[in-house]
T-cell receptor, first 114, second 112 residues
Framework: DTAVSQTPKYLVTQMGNDKSIKCEQN?????MYWYKQDSKKFLKIMFS???????INETVPNRFSPKSPDKAHLNLHINSLELGDSAVYFC?????????????FGQGTRLTVV | GENVEQHPSTLSVQEGDSAVIKCTYS??????FPWYKQELGKRPQLIID?????GEKKDQRIAVTLNKTAKHFSLHITETQPEDSAVYFC???????????FGSGTKLNVKP
């Protein structure tokens, strides 16, 4: 019974292609995120949605476009993939209670751009 | 914005010894400080957290301390075991839509 699930787990693609990563959470959380983890293991927030509304956009190139059809889903679409986009992308969710709460992470999508 | 610094980047200890990882933050509005453990190839998972109205919290072999004045917080693991080997991340959040800023991670290696 996976709480936060993302697909695919692995994605290998050529430069210039467009790809999507899907994320779903069954925890009833209001807030969902995308994080990027590079080869040095830095975890950097990219986007955050609260009840389907974009609330955080951390200076991510506009080739990255998140889409939240409902509060249980947050997908990430990437246009014109570049070598530097290779990383592990984590989706996460948390409940917005007006104070910090635990973020639950998906299993990650390892994106390799060749 | 918030800046979280974490030290050391790698830490090697003998099984049974204690391990301490330290983090500092810059935004005095931050009030929630979780610690995540990430095993190789796995997702980050919360191991302990602390809020700004508490100075210390303990859960079995793991404890976290917070000094709001100095803006630093630390993770203490006692009686380390090989299964504690992982990358540990600290984070800080002001609670505003749970925007977490993560430290750069500490790779802990517990030698049997």
């Amino acid at each position: 019974d996976t709480a936060v699930s993302q697909t695919p787990k692995y994605l290998v693609t050529q430069m210039g292609n467009d790809k999507s990563i899907k994320c779903e959470q069954n925890l009833g959380h209001d807030t969902m995120y995308w994080y990027k983890q590079d080869s040095k293991k830095f975890l950097k927030i990219m986007f955050s949605y609260n009840n389907k509304e974009l609330i955080i956009n951390e200076t991510v190139p506009n080739r990255f476009s998140p889409k939240s059809p409902d509060k249980a889903h947050l997908n990430l679409h990437i246009n014109s993939l570049e070598l530097g986009d290779s990383a592990v992308y984590f989706c996460a969710s948390s409940q917005d209670r007006g104070q910090g709460t635990e973020a639950f992470f998906g299993q990650g999508t390892r994106l390799t751009v060749v | 914005g918030e800046n979280v610094e974490q030290h050391p980047s790698t830490l090697s200890v003998q099984e049974g010894d204690s391990a301490v990882i330290k983090c500092t933050y810059s935004d005095s509005a931050s009030n929630y400080f979780p610690w995540y453990k990430q095993e190789l190839g796995k997702r980050p998972q919360l191991i302990i957290d602390i809020r700004s109205n508490v100075g210390e919290k303990k859960d079995q072999r793991i404890a976290v301390t917070l000094n709001k004045t100095a803006k630093h917080f630390s993770l203490h693991i006692t009686e380390t075991q090989p299964e504690d080997s992982a990358v540990y991340f600290c984070a800080a959040s002001s609670g505003n839509f749970n925007k977490f800023y993560f430290g750069s991670g500490t790779k802990l290696n517990v030698k049997p």
